[in-house]
């Protein structure tokens, strides 16, 4: 009796194990066959940590999103366009601005195209491919931007315009001291002002932005992106004190 109950777990677990290799080795071509699918309904791009090198792709998991996935080709010298040549890869997501956005990191020892996807509303929503860069353009980091705060609680970020090239968008977000998000947006111009929208193409808040508490501390972080998702310069966390 316990050797049919030893030999029982076994394949439980062997199975299991076949069915970890089976999902890690699915490709995007046969994860989405036959489903209900959305194209460039996630929001995603990736940077190249500043420190290890590494590349960290950011995405913005939309409320009641599930099972979200990460997905690379080999090189960039495949068809960016063809479900078959991404490759899921299992990787821990985790959370920014405490779970606002989400984050994968991969080392990666060369360029590859990158997809992000979920579950929504009964479709598999898929990213645009992202090109990563990190051998022929390594993420810039920086804290250089100018902040007006001339008109009360409501402060002005002036950056360089396109100080590295080929950008395509500008993402900004103000956050608080506890890193909880109040503003996220983007601009094609390179300035916004909290709590203005009159030139923001896109914005993620999902709840009216709240005012700032004067003489609080808080943090504004950018990412310039470039037309295939890649992040040419991040400003992180650059604090300052309401005024």
Same mark, same amino acid.
């Given at each position: 009796m316990n050797k049919i109950k030893y030999i029982s777990i076994l394949l439980v677990l062997l199975i299991s194990c076949s069915e970890d290799n089976d999902d890690v080795l699915q490709t995007l071509q046969t994860y989405t066959?036959?489903?209900?699918?959305?194209?460039?309904?996630?929001?995603?791009?990736?940077?190249?940590?500043?420190?290890s090198g590494a590349i960290l792709t950011f995405y913005y998991p939309e409320e009641g999103a599930s099972d979200v996935r990460y997905y690379e080709t080999d090189n960039v010298e495949v068809k960016n366009d063809d479900f078959s040549n991404y490759t899921r890869v299992l990787l821990n997501s985790e959370p920014v601005f405490n779970g606002y956005l989400g984050r994968f990191t991969q080392n990666a020892s060369n360029e590859k195209w990158i997809i992000v996807t979920f579950k929504l509303d009964g479709e598999i929503k898929i990213s645009n491919p992202i090109r990563s860069k990190q051998i022929t353009k390594p993420t810039v980091w920086n804290d250089e931007v100018i902040i007006d705060q001339s008109q009360s609680g409501m402060p002005i970020f002036?950056?360089? #315009?396109?100080? @590295?090239?080929?950008?395509?968008?500008? @993402?900004?977000?103000?956050?608080?001291?506890?890193?909880?998000?109040?503003?996220?947006?983007?601009?094609?111009?390179?300035? @916004?002002?909290?709590?203005?929208?009159?030139?923001?193409?896109? #914005?993620?808040?999902?709840?009216?932005?709240?005012?700032?508490?004067?003489?609080?501390?808080?943090? @504004?972080?950018?990412?310039?992106?470039?037309?295939?998702n890649w992040v040419n310069l991040v400003i992180l966390n650059k604090n300052f004190i309401a005024q």
């Open positions: 066959q036959g489903e209900k699918i959305e194209m460039g309904a996630v929001i995603a791009c990736t940077a190249s940590d500043k420190d002036t950056w360089q #315009n396109n100080a @590295f090239g080929d950008n395509a968008i500008y @993402f900004q977000v103000v956050s608080d001291e506890q890193g909880n998000l109040l503003s996220g947006t983007y601009t094609y111009e390179n300035q @916004f002002q909290y709590y203005n929208t009159s030139n923001v193409v896109l #914005n993620i808040t999902t709840e009216t932005a709240p005012v700032l508490s004067i003489g609080e501390p808080y943090n @504004f972080t950018l990412m310039d992106v470039s037309e295939d």
